[in-house]
């Protein structure tokens, strides 16, 4: 949603300098919000990998961030809301990642859905050992009240995208097994590269499991 209103900012603007004006009247504040947000969650990240999100506090991240408690409050609302948008920043970058990657498949002239499902499987295994440390505390035990459900909802929309690329009938319960089973094959190996160490094995991990969903992903018959 957005849309464009005029306010007492964009009237002071006009009485600032020619290259300030240009900047618009909220720039300067969007970028310090932009450093304050970035600098929270980099400490939130560093706290609940150390710690745990239960025996987390909110004090030694603010401290960690050079951020005062009341500015964490106002950005976040407290730890739970750190947390969900530690999530959101995965969630949407791996989301963003395998779209970009499928695009970039039917450019080349890729059309089988397959081989689109399996580019896009090995673009998110790819994110997911590039952001493993991330994602290693997103799949614990130890969240907020509530973020099992949100996982859960946010794996059946998955599914339902896997499906659509794979061209699969969600009406046929066999169809949605399959889509299922393909899908956990992804998050279960995203999980052991989370814990995977070495770039190396990483590599090998992802082009097994590519090679496991391909032979998978033929419907049968």
């Not at 990998?49 to 909110?58: K, M, W």
């Not at 401290?63 to 409050?73: E, H, K, N, W, Y």
């Not at 290693?136 to 099992?148: C, I, N, Q, S, T």
């Not at 319960?173 to 190396?200: F, K, P, Q, S, W």
């Amino acid at each position: 949603m957005s849309g464009i209103a005029e306010s007492a900012g964009t009237e002071a603007a006009r009485h600032l300098p020619e290259e300030q004006a240009s900047m618009g009247p909220s720039q300067g504040h969007a970028g310090q919000d932009s450093s304050i947000r970035r600098a929270l969650l980099n400490a939130a990240l560093d706290v609940f990998t150390e710690r745990g999100y239960t025996d987390a506090g909110l004090t030694e991240i603010a401290a960690r961030s050079g951020i005062p408690v009341g500015s964490l409050f106002q950005h976040y609302g407290g730890k739970r809301g750190l947390y969900l948008a530690l999530w959101e920043e995965f969630r949407e970058e791996q989301e963003r990642r395998t779209a970009a990657t499928v695009t970039a498949e039917r450019g080349r002239g890729v059309d089988d859905p397959i081989a689109l499902f399996v580019a896009g499987a090995r673009a998110y295994l790819e994110g997911a050992w590039d952001n493993r440390r991330l994602g290693r505390l997103l799949v614990g035990d130890d969240g907020p009240a509530g973020f099992d459900a949100l996982r859960r909802q946010w794996d059946r929309a998955w599914v339902r995208r896997n499906a659509r690329l794979l061209e699969v009938d969600e009406k046929r319960r066999a169809g949605r097994v399959r889509v299922r089973v393909l899908t956990t094959v992804i998050g279960g190996a995203a999980r052991e590269l989370g814990d995977c160490g070495d770039e190396t094995e990483a590599r090998e991990i992802v082009d097994e499991v590519c090679g496991i969903l391909i032979h998978l992903s033929a419907p049968p018959g």
